[in-house]
């Protein structure tokens, strides 16, 4: 049988005692690792705001300018109208109970957007004193009927009953009984 002889470590057990593959000169190792150090924390404290050194400020390693940073600061962060702006217009109309609640609850939506195609809220609208608003209610009612999105009538036919009474224009009227036919039809 044949004895294993051992000629002393390999440069495999030499490297990987002295912390890995590289190549350094073992009297500089120990001599300058307090150099090397205090050279790396210097480069981090200028990479990460101290102050900037000659390596920091070559043209390879761009600096970011401030409009950059408000960028991307907070990506998640709409830019433009929030989207919030409309749920919370839509949630205030959703909310009105009284005529002048819905008159200031629609306006302040209708100035920003179009009516959404909620029978719940365009019913609200119905109460609004502006009969031009109430029209746009009328006509959205509409297209509701006539694209099958409005199952249930007896809550439109009892608001068409009370809008009926309250409007005194001829135009607001010619809606009125368009939206009621409309319903008839739906009946049948």
Do not use: C
Not at 65 to 83: I, N, Q, Y
Not at 85 to 112: C, Q, S, T
């Amino acid at each position: 049988m044949r004895e294993f002889v051992s000629r002393g470590p390999s440069r495999k057990d030499e490297a990987f005692q002295s912390g890995g593959w590289a190549t350094r000169n073992k009297n500089t190792a120990a001599a300058g690792s307090s150099d090397s150090s205090a050279e790396h924390r210097r480069k981090l404290e200028a990479l990460f705001g101290g102050t900037p050194t000659a390596e920091s400020t070559s043209p390879r390693a761009p600096t970011p300018s401030p409009e950059r940073e408000k960028v991307f600061a907070s990506p998640r962060k709409s830019t433009g109208r929030a989207p919030s702006e409309y749920r919370l217009r839509l949630e205030r109309l959703r909310a009105a109970r009284e005529v002048n609640e819905v008159k200031e609850a629609a306006d302040a939506f209708l100035a920003h957007h179009q009516l959404p195609d909620e029978p719940d809220v365009l019913y609200r609208v119905l109460q609004h004193p502006s009969e031009k608003v109430v029209r746009e209610a009328l006509g959205q009612i509409s297209s509701l009927l006539m694209q099958g999105r409005i199952t249930n009538s007896v809550i439109l036919e009892s608001h068409l009953g009370t809008l009926a009474e309250r409007v005194t224009e001829p135009s607001t009227r010619s809606y009125v009984e368009g939206v009621r036919t409309q319903v008839a039809r739906l009946k049948k």
